[in-house]
């Protein structure tokens, strides 16, 4: 059988979008910074109760893990279930002129406050001796900037599963300094520290190289994407 014609649907896209302006309003920070902190306890927890799985597993298996993880911490945690409504891995979703049908992100957060049509994206990348920040940013990161995720928001977040000590600082902000990167990934606010934390966080922006087909000039301009790098320790001594 013969892949599909990869066109775009305007069709698709109308009904997607109806009754919706986008790029939908910012998330708060505050709210960010509580999904950052969930996602990063659901992690602990999982490398906690499934640590074999958590430092040798494949990345399938891992984030398998943390949906169902952060899906039941809506039923146990108040706060995050005034925030998220649900945690789906693998979601089928269209890309930004609908000529992808079938694009499957990591995780999709719904949130209680959004639009359920457009939940906020994670994509999870490993981090070891053979898979580095280029993959990450190459099968991950590119993702976001291009209209295969996430385009109808303004943010987004990558998840480092790290398996070799990697850091932030070591490894992805020089990566992305280089002259031929802030090109290829549009950096327009290099990765910045989001402070202390128990794991490794940062925030970039980047421009993206897509416009809206079903909105008109200037509205069709999704504008920059604030990208959320939460690199999380996969072989630490998991913490209560």
């Known amino acids: ?13 109308a009904e997607l979008t109806r009754g919706l302006d986008l790029p939908l309003a910012a998330i708060d920070d505050i709210h960010l910074c509580v ?11 999982i490398r906690q109760s499934a640590p074999g799985t958590v430092a040798t597993g494949s990345e399938t298996e891992v984030t398998a893990l943390l949906e169902a993880r952060l899906n039941t911490m809506i039923e146990q945690n108040p706060l995050w279930r005034q925030l998220v409504a649900s945690v789906v891995r693998g979601k089928e979703s269209l890309s930004f002129d609908g000529s992808h049908l079938e694009k499957r992100p990591d995780l999709s957060i719904h949130l209680t406050a959004r639009s359920r049509r457009f939940p906020l994206v994670a994509e999870a990348k490993i981090i070891d001796a053979s898979k580095g920040e280029k993959l990450y940013c190459n099968e991950g990161l590119s993702r ?27 490894r992805l902000s020089p990566y992305l ?25 940062a925030r970039s922006r980047h421009g993206r190289s897509f416009l809206y087909a079903h909105m008109p000039p200037p509205a ?18 998991a913490t209560a």
Do not use: K
């Open 1 to 13: 059988m013969s892949s599909p014609t990869l066109v775009p649907r305007p069709d698709q896209i």
């Open 35 to 45: 999904i950052a902190d969930g996602v990063a306890q659901a992690f602990n927890d």
């Open 144 to 170: 976001f900037l291009n209209g295969e995720y996430g385009w109808g928001g303004r943010e987004a977040l990558m998840v480092a599963y790290v398996r070799d000590g990697s850091t932030i600082a070591d």
């Open 177 to 201: 300094a280089t002259p031929t990167q802030l090109a290829s990934f549009a950096v327009e606010e290099a990765p910045a520290s989001l402070g202390p934390a128990v794991y490794d966080s």
């Open 220 to 237: 069709n301009d999704p504008g920059a994407i604030a990208v959320w790098h939460l690199w999380v320790d996969a072989c630490a001594t």
